[in-house]
């Protein structure tokens, strides 16, 4: 059976994480994750709740050691988490704040407590020993649940690292936006730092003067992880960043000319990861280049009647995609939309993607989102509706007249419905449960304009 380092290179004089007021090296983050390991039972799982991503990788680190399966719930909320110990009522709590289900065993992470004196070679792991369970965001439907192998994950990410190193010009230090407990920020900012040598920073910034803030505290080359939901705010803040080497988007589409006002604005490639819970990140593009998407090493995307799957060492085994794809060579495929997000109205198709970009570039418009209204018995025709959250001074005639420039008619919302806000997860998705709870809330008495 193949086995790998836990931490790979664990170097004394090797950066491997900033912290707030010190540097760790690859030797101390190992010894930590061998100190804490200790504490951890010899069987069992675990719910990792740890509020920073370093005492959150020490955590699943150690757990990996013990052979301990980590869950790393998508959200905090009281409903989800009691799901989780419905599914494992002996499941054992690490955390670095208090312990949000007391009557559940917990184990604390205090970094200042730990042995930084462990010394000898980096223990070694089966290739396909289960080290974590991961949710899908929810943003479809309810969230499902996703076991993820160590060894696809450590060579997800070498063959990542290659190539995003390649572009930023050199290894990186790593500052993301993207929540670790999510499939994209796990990969692209935690684990890209273990397995790609990069500097890890535990800090998540929201806002854009926090992530110019975070950003200046570490050493170039800096790779900013983060969503195009982010990207946006950046560009509409005004806020100057330091040198960035790379920008990497994920979570939802970026589109073209998002990303071409951020290369251009702070002079800096933007690239994306193609991806899911289900398969973890497969592909990679930068979009000002190419639309083009091509497959990360071992990976393979192949069609099946109507189904595209991917497939591959990275993969345990083959999963559905749930977009629509053009696929062009052995290692390339072009993006058309996600399946669940393509409408027809009065024989006319579009995508809600698209409609979304549209409706986010019209001026007057602070957020927006389309969504297929429930059908009543008396129309004839589907109709789509969406939320707008209007900007000071705007109104509903003006941007329906930047709508109409764009957009066939048929396709213009109806209602269109004005609110006051949009709830959007840390990644900048609207959750299918959020989408739902608004229009229960506010579509009945809107009028059909």
Not at 58 to 71: D, E, I, N
Not at 80 to 86: D, G, N
Not at 186 to 213: H, K, R, T
Not at 252 to 258: D, I, N, R, V
Request: charged share 20%; hydrophobic share 45%; net charge negative.
């Amino acid at each position: 059976m193949t086995q790998l380092p836990l931490v790979p290179h664990p170097l004394a004089d090797v950066p491997f994480a900033l912290l707030a007021d010190r540097t760790i090296s690859r030797q101390q983050f190992l010894s930590h994750v061998m100190s804490f390991s200790d504490a951890l039972p010899n069987h069992g799982v675990l719910m990792n709740l740890c509020g920073d991503r370093y005492s959150f990788l020490v955590s699943l680190f150690a757990a990996t050691r013990k052979g301990l399966l980590s869950v790393l719930p998508n959200s905090l909320a009281p409903e989800h988490l009691k799901a989780i110990v419905e599914q494992y009522p002996d499941i054992v709590v690490v955390r670095t704040d208090e312990n949000p289900l007391p009557s559940q065993a917990s184990v604390s992470v205090d970094i200042d407590a730990l042995s930084s004196d462990w010394v000898g070679d980096s223990p070694l792991i089966p290739f396909d020993q289960t080290i974590a369970c991961l949710f899908t965001s929810g943003s479809t439907g309810v969230p499902t649940v996703h076991f993820k192998q160590f060894g696809r994950l450590v060579y997800s990410m070498e063959g990542s690292a290659e190539r995003l190193w390649a572009a930023a010009g050199g290894v990186c230090s790593v500052v993301g936006t993207a929540p670790f407990r999510h499939m994209y920020g796990f990969e692209s900012s935690a684990l890209l730092s273990v397995f790609g040598g990069g500097v890890l920073v535990d800090e998540m910034p929201f806002f854009p003067a926090d992530i110019a803030a975070c950003l200046a505290k570490m050493p170039a080359p800096r790779l900013l992880v983060t969503t195009p939901y982010h990207l946006r705010n950046l560009l509409e803040s005004g806020t100057a960043l330091p040198e960035v080497a790379l920008i990497l988007s994920a979570t939802a589409p970026l589109s073209l000319e998002l990303a071409e006002a951020v290369e251009a604005r702070f002079q800096v490639p933007v690239w994306e990861i193609y991806g899911s819970t289900e398969t973890g990140q497969i592909a990679t593009r930068r979009a000002t280049e190419n639309a083009l998407w091509t497959c990360l090493p071992h990976i393979r995307v192949l069609q099946n009647d109507e189904d595209t799957w991917a497939e591959g060492l990275l993969i345990e085994r083959p999963q559905v995609i749930n977009d629509v794809v053009e696929l062009v060579g052995e290692d390339k495929f072009r993006f058309i939309d996600r399946k669940g997000n393509l409408v027809s109205v009065a024989g006319k198709r579009s995508s809600l993607s698209f409609l979304n970009t549209i409706l986010l570039r019209v001026d007057g418009v602070k957020d927006g989102v389309f969504f297929v209204p429930p059908k009543k018995e008396h129309d004839e025709i589907e109709r789509l509706a969406a939320f707008v959250v209007l900007a000071p001074n705007a109104n509903k005639a003006d941007v329906l007249m930047g709508l109409r420039q764009y957009i066939d008619p048929v396709f213009l919302p109806r209602p269109f419905i004005v609110v006051d806000d949009i709830p959007r997860d840390v990644n900048g998705k609207v959750l299918a449960k959020s989408l739902q709870a608004m229009i229960t809330t506010h579509f009945a008495g809107a009028r059909h304009e």
